[in-house]
């Protein structure tokens, strides 16, 4: 049997009703590169504008059997079976399509179960001689290598900033050499977009800033010519979301999160899905909204499986008891406090275990829990965070009835506040407070003055009428 061979494009249009848009073409044809059977319906999803497409992409295309179209009361015979002609005519032709979209899904298994050894063979290679290798051996040449360099930049650049940027500017090059092959324009495009979005993560990783915002341009400017498919695009926010929170841009970050996680959602990627919404209830608890946090961090939660999940299951644990910390609701998140610990010594994160710390101090009044937290927040370099476990443990000496203690500490704010370039008003609010530990008049509430302006200062960005859909 011969094998068989894809229409190109052009031939594809001449198959297809005159009725079918390019744009419905272009989702056919180019989401084909790698698409799962279960998604072909969703794929076709467009076509059912008019009686014969709904018709011809039954279930029933797929069973192999011929269309059944019922005659409306307003229809003649003849206008029925005019009907039933266009739909035959349609159903064969996407039959074909059919066809292509099978070619394409095993070419892209193949390419799947093939690609961390390919990605591992063209990474131990000197980076002057990829564009030689890409060009002489097809196996350096396909959208599922260029995702897959994507994905191991995005895993090792935390630990690793030079290799994961190295891993992204691999996947940049075999995406832009899609083009000598037989894939049509919007899945390279596709494969650029994710390219230049895992190359901006890792800029924003090596601490480039602006090198990330340009690899973030070039990422948006592919998906113009994408295929539109809710995966690509996705990509693109979650990871240019991250930018912009490195950027303090928390709102447009919230805006960025909120779609990147409706997109995974439309394209079945539950555990992307579930990351994001951990990421936007992390926002939400920067920007004061705790109480919105709370119920997205527990469902996030619940959807996630701990014992093969487990970073992402430690990560969200931590963040639903911040949440419920921050709201007000200490007994609950002490509950649930020793099982994300003893994830996060699982994992031996230690940032994860001093906010935990802190929180536990914060909840319990325990002023050695929260000294704790703040010498490893001071030598960690987290400013925001250094000076709000201050205040705390400020508050703290201030109920024990320490006051010199309190003032010690609050003498030590100014070189943090300076360090946070937080302006005129947060020393002024510092000021006054030192004031009145001086003359013996402070309490815990100017205390927590000085600490809601610290956490204005952190949300800044975040609309303050900021709300999600449930």
Same mark, same amino acid.
């Given at each position: 049997?011969?094998?068989?061979?894809?229409?190109?494009?052009?031939?594809?249009?001449?198959?297809?009703?005159?009725?079918?848009?390019?744009?419905? *073409?272009?989702?056919?044809?180019e989401?084909?590169?790698?698409?799962?059977?279960? #998604?072909?319906?969703h794929l076709?999803?467009?076509?059912k504008?008019?009686?014969?497409?709904r018709?011809?992409?039954?279930?029933?295309?797929w069973?192999g059997?011929?269309p059944?179209v019922?005659?409306s009361p307003?229809e003649?015979?003849r206008?029925?079976q005019?009907?039933?002609?266009?739909?035959? =005519?349609t159903?064969a032709?996407?039959?074909?399509?059919?066809?292509?979209l099978?070619y394409?899904?095993?070419?892209?298994?193949?390419?799947r179960?093939?690609a !961390?050894?390919?990605?591992?063979? &063209?990474?131990?290679?000197p980076?002057?001689?990829?564009q030689?290798l +890409?060009?002489?051996? $097809?196996?350096?040449?396909?959208?599922?290598?260029a995702?897959?360099?994507? @994905?191991?930049?995005?895993v090792?650049?935390?630990?690793?900033e030079? @290799?994961g940027?190295?891993?992204?500017?691999?996947?940049?090059?075999?995406?832009?050499?899609?083009?000598?092959e037989?894939y049509?324009?919007?899945?390279?495009?596709?494969?650029?977009?994710?390219?230049?979005?895992?190359?901006?993560n890792?800029e924003?990783?090596g601490?480039?800033?602006? =090198?990330?915002?340009?690899?973030? %341009?070039?990422?948006?400017?592919?998906?113009?010519d994408g295929?539109?498919i809710d995966l690509a695009? /996705?990509?693109?926010?979650?990871?240019?979301?991250?930018?912009? +929170?490195?950027e303090?841009?928390?709102?447009?970050a &919230?805006?960025? *999160?909120?779609r990147? /996680?409706t /997109?995974?959602?439309?394209?079945g990627s539950?555990?992307?899905?579930?990351?994001?919404?951990g990421l936007?209830?992390r *926002?939400?608890?920067? =920007?004061?909204?705790?109480?919105?946090a709370?119920?997205?961090?527990?469902?996030?939660l619940?959807?996630?499986?701990r014992e093969?999940?487990l970073?992402?299951?430690?990560w969200l644990s931590?963040?639903?008891?911040?949440?419920?910390?921050?709201?007000?609701?200490g007994?609950?998140?002490?509950?649930?406090l !020793? @099982?994300a610990?003893?994830?996060c010594?699982l994992?031996?994160d230690q940032r994860?275990?001093? $906010?935990?710390?802190?929180t536990e101090?914060?909840?319990?009044g325990?002023?050695?829990?929260?000294?704790?937290a703040?010498?490893?927040?001071?030598?960690?370099?987290?400013v925001?965070d250094?000076?709000l476990?201050? &205040?705390?443990?400020?508050?703290?000496?201030?109920r024990?009835g320490r006051a010199a %203690?309190a003032q010690?500490l609050a003498n030590?704010?100014h #070189?943090?506040?300076?360090?946070?370039d937080?302006g005129i008003e947060?020393?002024?609010?510092?000021?006054?407070f030192?004031?009145s530990?001086?003359?013996g008049?402070?309490?815990?509430t100017?205390v927590?003055?000085?600490?809601?302006?610290?956490?204005?200062?952190?949300s800044a960005g975040v609309p303050?009428n900021f709300?999600l859909?449930?």
């Open positions: 049997m011969r094998p068989f061979t894809p229409p190109r494009a052009p031939e594809v249009r001449s198959l297809l009703p005159a009725h079918v848009s390019e744009d419905q *073409l272009r989702r056919l044809g989401l084909a590169a790698g698409a799962p059977r279960e #998604s072909w319906q076709l999803q467009p076509l504008g008019c009686l014969c497409c018709t011809a992409v039954e279930e029933e295309l069973l059997a011929e059944a019922e005659a307003e003649t015979p206008q029925h005019g009907l039933v002609d266009e739909a035959a =005519a159903a032709a996407l039959a074909k399509v059919t066809g292509q099978q394409w899904r095993e070419r892209a298994s193949r390419q179960a093939a !961390p050894q390919v990605a591992t063979e &063209l990474l131990q290679q980076e002057a001689e990829w030689s +890409i060009a002489s051996d $097809s196996r350096f040449r396909s959208p599922v290598l995702r897959v360099l994507g @994905q191991v930049s995005r090792i650049g935390g630990a690793d030079e @290799q940027r190295r891993a992204a500017v691999a996947a940049v090059a075999v995406a832009s050499s899609l083009e000598a037989e049509t324009g919007g899945v390279v495009a596709d494969a650029l977009a994710a390219a230049y979005a895992a190359l901006g890792a924003r990783c601490g480039d800033l602006e =090198a990330a915002r340009e690899a973030f %341009r070039q990422a948006r400017r592919c998906l113009v295929t539109a695009v /996705a990509e693109v926010e979650d990871l240019e979301a991250l930018l912009l +929170i490195e303090q841009r928390y709102g447009e &919230l805006d960025r *999160l909120q990147a /996680a /997109a995974y959602r439309a394209a539950r555990l992307q899905e579930t990351r994001v919404e936007i209830g *926002l939400l608890i920067f =920007a004061a909204r705790p109480e919105l709370i119920p997205r961090l527990r469902e996030a619940s959807s996630v499986d093969r999940d970073h992402l299951g430690a931590l963040q639903l008891v911040l949440a419920l910390a921050e709201a007000g609701q007994e609950e998140a002490m509950r649930l !020793p @099982q610990r003893e994830a010594l994992l031996n994860a275990l001093r $906010s935990l710390r802190w101090g914060r909840v319990e325990i002023t050695a829990a929260v000294d704790e703040r010498q490893g927040l001071l030598g960690a370099g987290e925001y250094a000076a476990a201050t &205040l705390d443990l400020a508050s703290l000496y201030l024990e %203690r010690m030590g704010l #070189s943090l506040l300076e360090e946070a937080l947060a020393k002024a609010t510092l000021a006054v030192q004031h530990l001086r003359a008049l402070a309490t815990e100017s927590q003055q000085l600490a809601d302006y610290l956490r204005r200062a952190r303050e709300s859909p449930c």
